[in-house]
């Protein structure tokens, strides 16, 4: 299968060079990263070589292969609809139907919510394979040798980026790709950072994302009267879209920010209540 993609390949891109040694420098980067984090390498391998098949084809010719819900989910983006049309013909003409290969392909161009680790891959392979020139491209790749999904982050920040500067459209895929990888560890950084500065003590976070469907973290932490209600007025501020309630006054605040619930006791409340010895075996952030 393999062999027979790379031949289609090479003959395909024979008179454009330059995408073919991108496909190449796809596939070597995709290799290389699928043995570090544990992904098949002939999955790998497909994906790479098949994910800009459509690329240099007609939006037209490419529309023969999306439904009529992906031409107009598309049309203010169509350079979304390669992925698409590429993941349509391995499927139809290669016989090919591992979907996670097809899917880390359609979305190799706007990436979204709750990638495969091989979609990671692939979009960050894309991005910042060695015939990349763009500035950050050296610097993705060598992140992604260290942390796969940091580099994909910087990756999906970086594409939109370059959306922004052409002035072209944002795709709903793309935003929602960045709040996946922005969101809540970003909110939980803001949030760790106003009870630092109000400086309570001992601050304890402990991770739940998942083992828990209601909240991803949870944080206690200590607190006397003045810092108590300066933490609540900050995070009112900083977070405002985020809190559902604030309950207690004194000795013991609770404040529900969705994904991050946060309690914030007096010395003694915290020894009576004793969340530090009922969550002993959970995993801490901090
Ligand atoms: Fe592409
Ligand atoms: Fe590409």
Redesign the pocket.
């Given at each position: 299968m393999i062999k027979k993609i790379k031949k289609d390949i090479m003959n395909r891109f024979k008179n454009d060079q330059k995408r073919l040694d991108h496909i190449l420098g796809v596939n070597e980067l995709m290799l290389e990263l699928s043995s570090i984090y544990g992904v098949s390498l002939e999955k790998a391998s497909i994906a790479a070589l098949f994910?800009?098949y459509t690329?240099n084809d007609s939006l037209e010719d490419q529309k023969k292969y999306l439904s009529n819900y992906l031409i107009k989910r598309y049309k203010d983006t169509p350079q979304a609809y390669?992925?698409f049309s590429a993941a349509k013909i391995l499927e139809d003409f290669y016989h090919y139907d591992d979907s996670e290969v097809l899917t880390a392909i359609k979305y190799?161009?706007t990436g979204r919510k709750n990638m495969s680790k091989l979609g990671k891959i692939l979009f960050v392979s894309?991005y910042s394979e060695k015939n990349r020139t763009h500035k950050e491209a050296a610097f993705v790749r060598d992140l992604a040798y260290q942390d796969l999904d940091a580099a994909y982050k910087q990756a999906v920040i970086g594409k939109i980026n370059h959306v922004n500067q052409k002035g072209q459209v944002l795709d709903k895929n793309q935003v929602e790709s960045l709040m996946s990888v922005n969101s809540n560890i970003d909110l939980l950084s803001v949030v760790q950072g106003e009870l630092e500065d109000v400086k309570v003590k001992d601050l304890k976070i402990f991770d739940f994302e998942k083992t828990n469907p209601f909240y991803d973290y949870f944080i206690i932490a200590t607190i006397n009267d003045r810092q108590g209600q300066a933490a609540v007025s900050r995070l009112k501020k900083a977070i405002k879209n985020e809190i559902r309630h604030v309950e207690g006054k004194t000795g013991w605040i609770l404040i529900d920010a969705n994904s991050i619930i946060i309690h914030l006791f007096k010395e003694e409340e915290r020894t009576f209540y004793g969340f530090d010895q009922k969550f002993l075996g959970v995993k801490r952030i901090k």
């Open positions: 994910h800009d690329k390669h992925g190799h161009v894309d």
